[in-house]
């Protein structure tokens, strides 16, 4: 079984400075999805940004990025220029790759971040 | 488009009630997910229709269960509530096939006294 850690349950980061999020996971697995996920009071989740394992390349969104070490399987979220719309808590998830039989969608999250932004 | 729309937003239950909550994926998406948060587990995975089938099981008794219909929308029900079913349940809907986004909706927060 898949486990994802978030070692860090509380964050803060003032307004356009630049704050990372870590997220380490465990999985037996060698192709499969990250993604990082927030959740605002709203409560709704969204999507921030995903990363294929097979890719070498770091996801990149905007003001967001991630540092994805496939061998040390660490997966962790770059927020450059913070705004105040940006306090929420932060989800780290993995997904298993699909398989020919048809796709499996579970995600594992981790505890999450919740991440501050002061003035 | 409309997003994933559950019904209902808050609902508030009776121990040894049942409950059944609703969730209209996106038009076009054919994978359902659902999953319960809750401040001391977190998220945990439920289940997951894909074409009316249940593809995927997390490990929850069996007093939960789902269903999808022939349009993708998707119930599930809690039977014999606890007061520990209190939760922030959320659904989650795909494409299916080998596209992997998956879009919430705002969840259902059930509360049982």
């Known amino acids: 079984a898949q486990t994802v850690t978030q070692s860090q349950p509380e964050m803060s980061v003032q307004e356009a400075e630049t704050v990372t999020l870590s997220c380490t996971y465990d999985?037996?697995?060698?192709?499969?999805?990250l993604f990082w996920y927030k959740q605002p009071p709203s409560r709704q989740m969204i999507l921030v940004i995903r990363?294929?394992?097979?890719?070498?390349q770091n996801a990149t969104e905007n003001r967001f990025s991630v540092n994805f070490q496939k061998a040390a399987k660490s997966f962790s979220l770059k927020i450059s220029d913070s705004q105040l719309g940006d306090a929420a808590m932060y989800f780290c998830?993995?997904?298993?790759?699909?398989?020919?039989?048809?796709?499996?969608?579970?995600?594992?999250f981790g505890t999450g971040t919740r991440l501050q932004v002061t003035l | 488009k409309a997003g994933v729309t559950q019904t209902p937003r808050y609902l508030i239950k009776t121990r040894g009630q049942q409950v059944t909550l609703s969730c209209s994926p996106i038009?076009?998406?054919?994978?359902v997910s659902w999953y319960q948060q809750t401040p001391g587990q977190g998220l945990q995975f439920l289940f997951e229709?894909?074409?009316?089938?249940?593809?995927n099981k997390g490990n929850f008794p069996g007093r939960f269960s789902g269903r999808q219909f022939s349009n993708s929308r998707s119930e599930m029900n809690v039977s014999t509530l606890e007061l520990g079913d209190s939760a922030l349940y959320l659904c989650?809907?795909?494409?299916?096939?080998?596209?992997?986004?998956?879009?919430f909706g705002q969840g259902t927060r059930l509360t049982v006294v």
């Open positions: 990363q294929e394992a097979y890719k070498q």
């Open positions: 229709y894909f074409s009316e089938t249940q593809r």
């Open positions: 999985t037996s697995e060698s192709d499969y999805y």
């Open positions: 998830a993995y997904r298993s790759a699909p398989t020919f039989t048809g796709t499996a969608s579970k995600l594992t």
């Open positions: 038009s076009g998406h054919r994978s």
């Open positions: 989650a809907s795909s494409l299916g096939g080998d596209n992997t986004e998956a879009f």
